[in-house]
């Protein structure tokens, strides 16, 4: 059975990494910097950098964070999604749970203020 991936604002992923996708163009600029004020994005490899890459794939952010491909996502997305998970077109974005109709959406980590 086919799991859904629906975001908040009614888009239906077809699958986890099309829902972080989602998010990362919702929430990430086109200048890639986050509201921490410092530039998340993959850095390309130095061109005089002739090691090899490693296996498995080791994703470094230009603030300096490494990861495999699926930590670096959730990096990604833990410096861009705000804490209301309002998108750059002021709808909110987050896991939808689509056989939950009435759940209050809890949002993690973060309570009233
Ligand atoms: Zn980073
Ligand atoms: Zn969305």
Redesign the pocket.
Known sequence: MMTQHL?????EAGGPEDLVV??GE?FIPADDVAPDGRVHAEKARDADDDRPAAVPLILTCRCGFTAGIDGFDRHLLAVFAPADRI?RDG???APAAPASPQSPEPIPGKAAE
């Open positions: 975001c908040t604002c009614g888009y989602h998010f919702m998108g709808k909110q974005h």
